[in-house]
């Protein structure tokens, strides 16, 4: 795994225009890394293996044109540092690379993993036994045994799409105060992503939103007596527990 692959030959304001990726993070600790980029060193070598093909544009003929290629490791790290909550200014003036060049990277490497690294559900009996022995383990006092994905939605903030990329604009904005999207997503024990759709704009609530997902199509399939949970913002259906607040009880029931 290099960080930077071989420059070959390229002109001197190389290294004046583009940062070397392994020299910026040689000083850092295992706890700042982590800190910067949301995962493990060990954890992006496997991503980029995963990826960097798919990253990978013709470094030749980018010194040839531009004088400074964006390697594929540096990408992936301007990417994952932007997804962690970097500043796309930030990024370029720390990298040296153009605005243009930054968000091209960004979909590159985002539409790379979602290709190489899918997000899945798998309904076999060992699979799930062995996310719900993961939730048990993270519980103090174990009072859901069967559960295999906890589930909840976001509103991500987006532009204003004008007519032509959406009919009714107005339908993105949300009570928040900003244009978005409804995405809902579900995870296991590890805080693995098992499912994400994102079908819905932000006017949507989650329970409708989630209705409208493949998972809650399939979730029938989900065999007896797995579970997953959700918050109060959902419907309380088969296989998918919410909170009760205990309304419509009588004292006799209490």
Partial sequence: ????????????????????????????????????????????????????????????????????????????????????????????????VSVPGFYQSVWMVCEAIVDRVPITFDMRIQNLNRIANGFVRRQRKVAFRYVVGALDGMLVKIKRLSVKEFAKPVQMWCRKGYYGLNVQGMCDARRIFTFVAINCPASVHDSVAFSMSTLYQFLHLLPEPFVILADAAYKSIPLCLTPFDGRGLSLIHI
Avoid: W
């Fill in 1 to 96: 795994f290099s960080l930077t692959g071989t420059p070959g030959h390229v002109t001197r304001s190389y290294h004046r225009q583009r940062a070397r990726f392994d020299r910026l993070i040689g000083g850092m600790t295992e706890a700042l890394f982590v800190l910067c980029f949301r995962m493990k060193l060990p954890v992006m070598q496997l991503l980029f293996t995963l990826i960097a093909d798919d990253i990978t544009r013709n470094i030749p003929q980018a010194v040839r044109s531009s004088g400074a290629p964006i390697y594929p490791a540096l990408r992936l790290a301007m990417t994952v540092r932007y997804l962690a909550g970097g500043s796309y200014l930030d990024l370029t003036a720390l990298y040296g």
